[in-house]
């Protein structure tokens, strides 16, 4: 597919049609499966870096 310039002073838009029911319920149905998708994954969680993890052997040594 090759790229169409437009000529000058002359602006090509495009009409799209109207969604007929039958694709607004499949659309409707896609995007609420999508959405039941990404809630059942575990938000991020921020691991803390800057605590010192000591071990038993180390406190029960000093």
Not at 14 to 37: G, N
Not at 45 to 51: C, F, G, L, P, V
């Amino acid at each position: 597919m090759g790229l169409i310039r437009e000529p000058k002073n002359i602006d090509f838009t495009v009409q799209s049609e109207p969604w007929t029911e039958e694709e607004l319920r499949d659309f409707r149905k896609l995007m609420a499966e999508l959405k039941a998708k990404n809630a059942i994954k575990k938000p991020y969680q921020k691991i803390e870096r800057n605590k010192k993890i000591t071990s038993k052997k180390k406190r029960e040594g000093a």
